[in-house]
């Protein structure tokens, strides 16, 4: 039988993007140890700053404490003993994909093994990982046993919460968001529930079933990706018809129910990959699907296809394309954010060079030695000088917006616009 802990202490593994925000929440009304394998982003935690800009120094600087003794209040730690003490654990490690876009566990189970190592009779396992359905219960569950010598919803329970963290958004916020939960048990789903009611001001959905709350996450950024594929294609057709794509959706956009989705490369560790997550699932129990596929396919061709035009625009200038220098603005997977994991622009730079043009790389935002270590390319964080025979605006960070973009071309140049930002006689082409 289910009983609530009297006093919670949160145990929170993974200090993310996702998982840093969360535990500053909780922080707030509970005393609350944030645990991550990565000593340098601890120690960086530790002086009250984070490298990812979701949360302030100021805000962090107001929840970090040094030791256990507090009512409330985050200890950020590398070391698992921290998390002896805790009774409700919270996983917030990232789910990937691999080289061939199957999904890797491999996060997901070792935060498993350190939880189970670690928890004690009465604890509560809180996942929001985005995983296909099935995955807490059948794959997450038997580990948490194997490891703590427990027995499933009966000396331990366990709960799935997907996050809805939406990177570089400061008016979305954690808080600000509802929160679907869910838990293993009627008793155990009331509780998670009332838990996060404590830390989510927007208000929480209680789902009937981890498994449902599992799908309802992994559909979510599906939808998503489905709806930009579409307009990815549209905007490849009218491409050959001579229409331009954002004066198309802008007309269609006065009907009230059309659905205001633009073109453009879909990357980031959620919507580029949580579809491979759902399509996973649907082949293991026989369904090839179809139409999630599908539109993954062509949206992972987008930066290709973007430098491919880009290629056709000089060609018919008149510029020689071999070791043409262009100029790629914008690395990182989406506006005004550092994250650089599974961006897109980098299929735009390595069909630039299938081309042998000599693309650089200015993003202001991106960490040069993370860049480095992930993608062995060297990005600038300064402006260069000179001029190029293309510039491609791939990233539209907020820093591009004073640029004067045309003057970075020669006179013959390429402007490129990947986001449709820029003003139609300011660029010679745009998806």
Request: with cysteine; glycine share 8%.
């Amino acid at each position: 039988m289910f009983t609530p802990p009297s006093q919670p202490k949160i145990g929170l593994i993974g200090l993310g993007y996702v998982g840093l925000p969360l535990a500053v929440e909780f922080a707030k009304q509970f005393p609350t140890v944030g645990f991550d394998i990565n000593e340098a982003r601890i120690k960086e935690l530790g002086l009250c700053h984070d490298h990812t800009l979701e949360i302030s120094d100021p805000d962090l600087k107001e929840v970090i404490i040094s030791g256990h003794s507090s009512d409330k209040g985050l200890l950020v730690t590398f070391s698992k003993e921290d998390l002896a003490s805790c009774n409700i654990f919270i996983v917030t490690v990232p789910t990937p994909v691999d080289r061939h876009n199957r999904p890797v566990l491999t996060p997901l189970m070792k935060a498993s093994e350190l939880v189970g190592s670690v928890m004690k009779e009465g604890a509560v396992v809180i996942y929001e990982s985005t995983v296909y359905p099935g995955v807490t219960e059948e794959e997450c569950v038997p580990v948490l046993e194997n490891f703590s010598g427990l027995s499933f919803n009966k000396d331990f329970f366990a709960g799935y919460s997907p996050e809805r963290i939406n990177p570089g958004d400061k008016e979305h916020t954690v808080a600000k968001i509802l929160k679907v939960t869910s838990g293993s048990t009627p008793e155990a789903a009331d509780f998670i529930d009332t838990l996060y009611s404590w830390v989510i001001t927007a208000g929480t959905f209680k789902a009937s079933s981890i498994k449902v709350a599992e799908a309802a996450k992994v559909i979510e950024n599906s939808q998503r990706d489905i709806n930009i594929a579409f307009v990815n294609e549209l905007s490849k057709i009218f491409n050959r018809l001579g229409i331009d794509t954002h004066e198309v959706l802008e007309a269609a956009g006065t009907k009230w129910n059309f659905q205001p989705f633009k073109p453009g490369l879909v990357g980031g560790h959620c919507i580029g990959v949580d579809p491979y997550y759902l399509a996973q699932k649907a082949q293991e129990v026989g369904y090839h699907p179809e139409i999630i596929l599908a539109g993954r396919r062509l949206n992972d061709s987008m930066g290709g296809y973007v430098a491919g035009e880009v290629v056709k625009l000089m060609a018919k200038k008149g510029i020689v394309v071999y070791k043409a220098n262009c100029l790629v603005l914008g690395f990182t997977f989406k506006e005004n954010c550092t994250d650089v994991r599974n961006t897109r622009v980098i299929d735009i730079i390595d069909e630039l060079k299938s081309f042998h043009t000599e693309p650089i790389i200015f993003d202001p935002q991106a960490n040069s030695a993370e860049v480095k270590a992930e993608y062995g390319i060297d990005i600038l964080n300064k402006l260069p000088e000179g001029k190029f025979d293309a510039v491609i605006l791939a990233v539209a960070h907020k820093e591009f917006a004073a640029l004067d973009i045309r003057s970075l071309v020669t006179e013959n140049g390429v402007v490129y616009d990947v986001k449709g930002i820029l003003p139609k006689d300011m660029v010679d082409g745009r998806l």
